[in-house]
T-cell receptor
Framework: GDSVTQMEGPVTLSEEAFLTINCTYTATGYPSLFWYVQYPGEGLQLLLK?????DKGSNKGFEATYRKETTSFHLEKGSVQVSDSAVYFC????????????FGGGTRLMVKP | GAVVSQHPSRVICKSGTSVKIECRSL??????MFWYRQFPKQSLMLMAT?????????EQGVEKDKFLINHASLTLSTLTVTSAHPEDSSFYIC???????????FGPGTRLLVL
């Protein structure tokens, strides 16, 4: 079946450090890929997405590239801020409407001043 | 952007009682809504798909008589946890897809604590 695997957290970084959160997937078809962010006490928010191979999603300084050859969608940010502290979820969908999301386990990021 | 609300945000109840959680799409219509359960430090697990005007579709292992879902209108779905027990304590999250947006919009979640 379809699945998403993320690196386990927590990831603890100092402010302005470089961030990478790894995400790999297995899917029977050609999925759309997403990163969602969950700030403390809040619901999930879409951070970025990519719908086909080699697409790069970007938002708020974060970016991720859809790599079909390695079935990966790693999240990166060049300089993290304390306000980026949250839980990040990688997800895939085989439905073009973004329905039926399959989530990874989530990675907690803690950024220290 | 599209907004999904949930009510209540937090509820504490006694074992054996029933709890209703509402999920509303505030500025768009949703013929489908999804209910997820999130355990501490874990990912979201899809419980069921709520369909306006028809029965909900439950994921394997989810008791439909335990978790009653009613999609009463194009903007409201409710999840009722019947005869709640401490093991039902969790964070329940709903979401609704927006046509053409290729994504789902999530509610802020409801934290349920059963004593």
């Amino acid at each position: 079946g379809d699945s998403v695997t993320q690196m386990e957290g927590p990831v603890t970084l100092s402010e302005e450090a470089f961030l990478t959160i790894n995400c790999t997937y297995t899917a029977t078809g050609y999925p759309s890929l997403f990163w969602y962010v969950q700030y403390p006490g809040e619901g999930l928010q879409l951070l970025l997405k990519a719908t086909k191979a080699d697409d790069k999603g970007s938002n708020k300084g974060f970016e991720a590239t859809y790599r079909k050859e390695t079935t990966s969608f790693h999240l990166e940010k060049g300089s993290v801020q304390v306000s980026d502290s949250a839980v990040y979820f990688c997800a895939l969908s085989l439905n073009n409407a973004g329905n039926m999301l399959t989530f990874g386990g989530g990675t907690r990021l803690m950024v220290k001043p | 952007g599209a907004v999904v609300s949930q009510h209540p945000s937090r509820v504490i109840c006694k074992s054996g009682t029933s709890v209703k959680i509402e999920c509303r799409s505030l500025d768009f219509q949703a013929t489908t809504m999804f209910w997820y359960r999130q355990f501490p430090k874990q990912s979201l697990m899809l419980m069921a798909t709520s369909n306006e005007g028809s029965k909900a579709t439950y994921e394997q292992g989810v008791e439909k008589d335990k978790f009653l879902i009613n999609h009463a209108s194009l903007t409201l779905s409710t999840l009722t946890v019947t005869s709640a027990h401490p093991e039902d304590s969790s964070f329940y999250i709903c979401s609704a897809p927006l046509t053409g947006a290729e994504t789902q919009y999530f509610g802020p979640g409801t934290r349920l604590l059963v004593l």
